[in-house]
C-alpha cells in the first residue's frame, strides 16, 4: 500500500497580472538532501485529505487555513519511489490572502523562499514537482 501524503502548493500575487506576479512558496528540508517543497506531509488516522493539507500547512509553515484561499478547479496526485515503497502525494492549491504574512517554519525545515515560476522549478529539482509547478502556473494564467 502506497504512503499517502497531501499539501498546498501556495502562491502570492504581487501585481494584479498572474504571469508577472506570481511568487510560490517553497520550504526547504533540515534532514537528507535539503531539497525544496511546497509544505505537505502524511494523513494521520481519522483525517481527510484536505485537513492533512492545512494541518500541514500549519505545522511546517505558520500559515492558518483563514489566511488562505483555496482554489477551486485545482488538485493534483504525484506518484513516486521513497525508499522503494510507493508514495503518493495529493496537491491543492491556494492563494496567500495577504501575501506580506510571515512565515513560520518548523524545525522539519531551514529555509524558504517565494519564487517565481522558473527560479521555483530550478529549486524543485524533481521533474514531477517542476512538471506540476508549470501546470499550476498555466492554470492560474488561463483564469486571468
Known amino acids: 500500500m502506497a504512503v499517502r501524503a497531501c499539501g498546498l502548493i501556495i502562491y502570492r500575487r504581487l501585481q ?8 510560490y512558496l517553497l520550504l526547504q528540508t533540515s ?5 525544496w517543497t511546497p509544505p505537505k506531509g502524511h494523513v494521520d488516522p481519522g483525517e481527510d485529505d484536505l485537513q492533512t493539507a492545512f494541518r500541514e500547512t ?26 522503494g ?8 492549491l491556494a492563494e496567500m ?5 510571515e512565515i513560520k517554519l518548523s524545525e522539519e525545515h531551514q529555509a524558504f523562499q517565494w519564487l517565481k515560476l522558473e527560479d521555483a522549478c530550478k ?15 498555466q492554470f492560474l494564467c488561463s483564469k486571468e
Not at 494584479?16 to 511568487?23: F, H, L, M, T, Y
Open 97 to 101: 490572502k495577504d501575501c506580506n504574512a
Open 85 to 92: 515503497k510507493p508514495k503518493t502525494v495529493t496537491y491543492w
Open 31 to 35: 534532514y537528507g538532501t535539503h531539497h
Open 58 to 83: 500549519q505545522e511546517e509553515a505558520g500559515l492558518e487555513a483563514s489566511q488562505l484561499t483555496l482554489i477551486e478547479g485545482y488538485k493534483k496526485e504525484l506518484h513516486y519511489p521513497v525508499h
Open 123 to 137: 529549486f524543485a529539482e524533481y521533474e514531477d514537482m517542476q512538471a506540476t509547478l508549470k501546470e499550476v502556473h
Open 16 to 23: 494584479s497580472k498572474v504571469s508577472d506576479g506570481i511568487e
